[in-house]
């Protein structure tokens, strides 16, 4: 079974401060895909970044980066610099090979909600 | 690219009324939609799998027949919540994904807001 695990409810930073999102997957698979995606209070979710199970290159772009680190199983997404428009609920999500003839699910954390102030 | 438009966005009625949500891919093709539900402050459950041409696959729990969904052609799928009930208000969002593997992103819509009263 797949399981992804954002231990962070909630988080508040003021402007400018780093900030760090934890999310650490279950998967018995060797081939699985993470995501981040981004829901802001508006509703809409947006893709930020897909990583593949054998890809453990850390990865920039922009304020936001991320460390992916199969020994831990984790997937942290960090703000730089964090800004008030970052403020939204951040899901983790995890995808892994389907079995023949179905469609491959997502696998989402909880969520953590970033209030980023002034 | 890859934009998934949702319809309406919020919907307010009457106890007993059926809503028809639609989700519509609008510049791909989408063989495989998807149907999730989500309670406040909580993260999003799949409702089903919505797959062109043939039946959805529905989620353990989920009754297919309070849940109607129609995936009749490649850019559009319908979800019809027959004879809502105030338990059924929740923020529904439907996606896609632009390229057939599974490993690609999916694409979501900004969401149908569904109050019952």
């Known amino acids: 079974a797949q399981k992804v695990t954002q231990a962070q409810t909630e988080i508040s930073v003021v402007e400018k401060e780093d900030v760090t999102l934890d999310c650490v997957y279950e998967?018995?698979?060797?081939?699985?895909?993470l995501f981040w995606y981004k829901q802001p209070p508006s509703g809409e979710l947006v893709f930020l970044i897909r990583?593949?199970?054998?890809?453990?290159q850390n990865e920039i772009s922009g304020r936001y980066s991320w460390n992916f680190q199969k020994s831990t199983s984790s997937f942290n997404f960090t703000i730089t610099a964090s800004q008030v428009v970052d403020s939204a609920v951040y899901f983790c999500?995890?995808?892994?090979?389907?079995?023949?003839?179905?469609?491959?699910?997502?696998?989402f954390g909880t969520g953590t909600r970033l209030q980023v102030t002034l | 690219g890859a934009v998934v438009s949702q319809h309406p966005s919020w919907v307010i009625c009457k106890s007993g009324t059926s809503v028809k949500i639609e989700c519509r891919s609008l510049?791909?093709?989408?063989?495989?939609m998807f149907w999730y539900r989500q309670f406040p402050k909580q993260s999003l459950m799949l409702m089903a799998t919505?797959?062109?041409?043939?039946?959805?696959?529905?989620e353990q729990g989920v009754e297919k027949d309070k849940f109607l969904i129609n995936h009749a052609s490649l850019t559009l799928s319908t979800l019809t919540v027959t004879s809502a009930h105030p338990e059924d208000s929740s923020f529904y969002i439907c996606?896609?994904?632009?390229?057939?593997?599974?490993?690609?992103?999916?694409?979501f819509g900004d969401g149908t807001r569904l109050s019952i009263l």
């Open positions: 996606s896609a994904r632009d390229r057939p593997a599974w490993n690609q992103p999916q694409h």
């Open positions: 998967t018995r698979d060797t081939t699985y895909y």
């Open positions: 990583r593949n199970s054998f890809d453990e």
């Open positions: 510049d791909f093709q989408a063989t495989t």
């Open positions: 919505s797959n062109e041409g043939s039946k959805a696959t529905y």
């Open positions: 999500a995890l995808s892994h090979s389907p079995d023949p003839g179905t469609a491959s699910k997502l696998t």
